[in-house]
């Protein structure tokens, strides 16, 4: 028998559970249990939710400028990509204005949420070591590979072309080599009594056949180090530096069968009935003009007529006969020219005249016409005027005959040496030689180098076939410290460090000496890249000017007819545009009048330069001119509802010599901006930047690097100029662009760019006057004045127009000096910093996007302009009193609250 005996704890524990208590053991394994159960349903949650996180994830840009966050544009554009897109950084900047340090971490973050936001369209890599850039480079090399070929098909068939020019042939051949038909031209210039010597272009020629072909055996060095086996080959320079030498070749060779084939005519123009009659029209017109002077007497008689007025009625009788006849034979002297060009370059057809110190070099039927039959008309109607006075006194009678007899005696000189020239110019023609004639022969027909053109241009076709090769653009951006490179499976773009990190505005911000800060503009460049390798052009863009040819005995003298911004002088804003994805093409008006067409699927947007002002120049007055056939094509195009953009800038008045009095300038489609769209281009006002001088009121110094180079940002938020706002953008030779006082029904305007409202700017309405005051009022020390007139800023410079349908119309642009290559494609000075350095920052490529946003306002695809840089606002100085608020609330009141609070625990744990 065993006896169980309980402890008092043990007992006390049964108590207490017959009582409905819990022991201790009992409390512990119950929490334990549910600590445990809580840990293992936090990992299951934990678990879960990092499965949920792998598979679906949400993210969030919670900076509050949203900068790194693409934009709305950029997702519809990546979305819209045909194939996947590679980006790669290359940033390797050392230096300050470069630091990898310091522009990286933002290019590295957009790329990132890029290929977040559709990692199946965008994907990123980062370069930033030597290694890592051969590998790129032998990639994109190797994705051209194929296309490399053809390159190097295109360079062995030059060097091929290339000997066969420089060849010698032991005797002539109906086409001979290029070289061969040199050593025949100089045989035929040095040959005795030449008759080709007598022509200045074939010497002319001469000199460019051996220039061409030193400048080929140069190339032909050039392309091979170029494409050498070592280092990256530069496919795309070789093909560029081969489209030159094959187009000088060209231009050489088809003047040179115009001029020879010209000469040839010429040389067989013997018969002719211009130079059938030269000998006696040439007698007549000396009869004529001493029978005008013997109205009136040889200028060595010192006696005057019995009868003056009767010599004077004589004079005007006899100068209108011969005026008459003298522009009827000026007019067959210019016809002649035209038939036989050839003949308006020989010296024969060249006098010199000379008007005061200037001396110029004219074409006889010029001379005859300008110097002898509009003199005497001019005279015969001074004369008239004259002889109905009835109060005209002796002595001015006396002066006017004698000044009568002086310009008589000069208009015989003139007319002697016009028939000389023409007389040798008739005897020359029957005296060819045999060495010219050998040449001459070759040139009939257009045979001469035919089959050498023939080649030139089946190499020119196939080099427009040729795919698009960016190999030594590549190499070339990644030796520059910081660049983006997209690709996609066929076609590469290289963004540079100034077209991702673009200068900021200067005025904004900035101290003397600084450098010049910028600002992430990545998600409109690297985009814009994306876009122009993804997807089809946007729009055709038609650059609409006037370039009429002079004509060709008077080319010498005298430039091509073209506007003050010239489309010659566009090519860095084409290429802009091409790199933005719009097709670009011409429309001359001068040559054709028909506009050409827009590609398929794509809207033509108009870009209209300003035509050339008509001025009176040198030479025949029926030359073809902007006129009203011109407009009344611009007009029709308009009416059709095409878009359009004008491009303008200030006119200074121009000069046809030193010594004529200025003309005003004329801006030709100034009616049409006012009566369509009522908008009014003040082309004669240049906007202007002056420093107010303090001690002067009234007066301002002149900035020189302001002068060619203005800031001006105040852009409006309307898409054109939003995404610039904060760019670094500078202007030249700008005007204002003002609405008229009444709007024509229909149309709505919209400010785009306006001058900012600051005194130091305003329109100079003569800026001759104000260049005047800078050099000559010395008392002032350089100083300038606003004169009358003037217009006060602010003012707007850049106007957009659409229809009571929203729909866009024009955009007229008063900032078009602005994209010329001079201006768009250099390198700006700066001068500061320490010892006042020279500098150069780069050039300033948002004016193109000006237009580039324009173009695509016009076309109805505003949502591709891109957001531009994103502009942090300056945190403000706290003013004081808000200042001493904050204090008292952050040092006294809380502290105090916190120990309120704590007195109130303590009061009450004490109860």
């Known amino acids: 028998m065993s006896i169980t005996t309980q402890t008092p704890s043990k007992k006390a524990d049964m108590n207490q559970q017959k009582n409905g208590f819990t022991t201790a053991s009992q409390r512990r394994l119950k929490y334990g249990t549910n600590v445990l159960i809580m840990c293992l349903a936090a990992l299951v949650v934990v678990i879960f939710l990092n499965v949920i996180s792998f598979k679906k994830h949400y993210r969030k840009d919670l900076a509050v400028a949203g900068v790194y966050q693409p934009s709305d544009r950029t997702k519809r554009i990546v979305q819209a990509a045909k194939g996947p897109v590679t980006l790669t950084s290359v940033y390797t900047g050392r230096d300050e204005e470069n630091s990898r340090d310091k522009y990286f971490p933002a290019v590295q973050d957009f790329l ?5 936001y559709a990692p199946a369209k965008v994907k990123v890599e980062h370069v930033s070591t030597d290694a890592a850039k051969a590998e790129l480079l032998a990639r994109i090399q190797g994705k051209y590979s194929g296309q490399a070929k053809e390159y190097k098909s295109l360079i062995d068939d030059f060097g091929t072309f290339s000997t066969d020019i420089s060849a010698v042939q032991n005797a002539p051949a109906t086409q001979p080599a290029l070289k061969q038909s040199l050593l025949e031209i100089s045989a035929a210039l040095n040959a005795e009594n030449a008759y080709l010597a007598g022509f200045p272009q074939v010497a002319d020629l001469q000199a460019k056949l051996t220039r061409n072909l030193q400048t080929i055996a140069d190339g032909q060095d050039e392309i091979k180090r170029l494409t050498k086996a070592s280092g990256m080959p530069r496919y795309s320079e070789a093909k560029d530096k081969i489209t030159q030498l094959l187009d000088q070749l060209k231009e050489t060779v088809t003047t040179g069968q115009k001029d020879l084939q010209s000469i040839a005519d010429l040389s067989r123009a013997g018969s002719d009935e211009f130079f059938k009659t030269a000998p006696a029209r040439m007698q007549q017109m000396m009869d004529l003009v001493k029978a005008v002077q013997a109205t009136v007497g040889d200028p060595q008689d010192t006696n005057l007529p019995t009868d003056p007025h009767a010599a004077m009625q004589a004079y005007a009788q006899q100068a209108q006969k011969a005026s008459t006849w003298l522009h009827e034979e000026a007019t067959r002297q210019e016809d002649l020219a035209k038939k036989y060009p050839a003949v308006g370059e020989m010296p024969n057809w060249l006098a010199k005249v000379r008007s005061g ?41 006396a002066a006017v005959i004698r000044e009568l007899r002086n310009i008589s005696a000069q208009q015989i000189e003139i007319a002697k040496a016009v028939s000389t020239q023409i007389n040798n110019i008739s005897a020359k ?49 990644l030796e520059t410290p910081n660049a983006v490179i997209a690709e996609t499976a066929e076609k590469v773009e290289v963004l540079s460090f100034d077209d991702v990190w673009p200068q900021s505005e200067p005025m904004r911000n900035m101290t003397p000496g600084q450098a010049p800060r910028r600002v992430f503009n990545g998600d409109t460049a690297i985009t814009g890249a994306i876009l122009s390798l993804s997807q089809p052009p946007v729009a055709t863009v038609i650059f609409t000017h006037y370039m009429g040819e002079v004509p060709q005995q008077m080319r010498q003298f005298m430039p091509p007819q073209t506007g003050s911004i010239p489309y010659e002088q566009l090519n860095t804003l084409r290429q802009q545009l091409t790199k933005a994805n719009f097709i670009v093409k011409e429309w001359n008006l001068a040559k054709e009048l028909t506009s050409p067409a827009a590609d398929k699927d794509t809207k033509a947007i108009y870009v209209f330069l300003p035509p050339p002002q008509d001025m009176p120049m040198p030479g025949p007055q029926n030359q073809p001119k902007f006129g009203d056939a011109q407009q009344a094509k611009v007009k029709e195009v308009l009416d059709k509802g095409a878009p359009a953009i004008f491009l303008c800038r200030w006119e200074p008045p121009a000069r046809t010599a030193f010594f004529m009095q200025p003309t005003e300038p004329k801006y030709a489609y100034e009616d049409l901006l006012k009566s369509k769209y009522g908008i009014e281009v003040s082309y004669k006002f240049r906007t202007v930047f002056g420093i107010p001088e303090q001690r002067t009121p009234g007066y301002y110094g002149v900035n020189v690097q302001r002068w060619g180079y203005m800031p001006l940002n ?68 350089g100083l300038v004045s606003k004169q009358p007139g003037d217009k006060p800023s602010p003012f707007p410079v850049a106007l957009a127009v659409t229809s009571d349908k929203n729909e866009p119309i024009a955009v007229v642009l008063g900032t078009g000096g602005s994209v010329l290559d001079g201006y768009l494609g250099e390198r700006v000075p700066r001068i500061g910093g320490k010892n006042d350095r020279l500098s150069f920052d780069p050039p300033p490529t948002a004016n193109a996007d000006l237009v580039v946003n324009s173009v695509l306002w016009l076309s109805g695809r505003a949502d591709l302009i891109g957001a531009g840089p994103v502009i942090l606002p300056p945190v403000g100085r706290i003013p004081d009193a808000q200042l001493a608020f904050i204090r008292g609330l952050v040092w006294i009141l809380m502290p105090a609250l916190v120990l309120a609070a704590g007195a109130a625990v303590f009061a009450v744990r004490r109860r």
């Open 429 to 477: 023609l029957t005296k060819v030689d045999s060495a010219s004639q050998a040449v001459l022969e070759q040139a009939k027909a257009g045979a001469w180098q035919a089959g050498l053109v023939t080649r030139i241009d089946d190499m020119k076709a196939r080099i427009t076939k040729l795919p698009e090769i960016k190999l030594s653009e590549v190499s070339d951006k």
């Open 714 to 781: 105040d852009f409006s938020d309307m898409p054109i100029g939003k995404s610039l706002q904060g760019r670094r953008v500078l202007m030249l030779d700008v005007c204002p662009v003002t609405r008229t006082a009444q709007t024509p029904d229909g149309v709505k305007i919209d400010t785009i760019l306006t001058t900012p409202n600051r005194d130091e700017y305003w329109a100079a309405g003569d800026v001759m006057k104000l260049v005047q005051q800078v050099v000559s009022d010395r008392e002032k020390g």
């Open 357 to 397: 110190i200037v001396e110029q070099v004219v074409p006889l039927p010029v001379l005859v016409r300008s110097q002898i039959a509009d003199e005497q008309t001019n005279l015969r109607q001074q004369v008239r005027q004259i002889l109905q006075m009835s109060d005209v006194p002796a002595d001015r009678i």
């Open 112 to 116: 990132q949420e890029l290929s977040l």
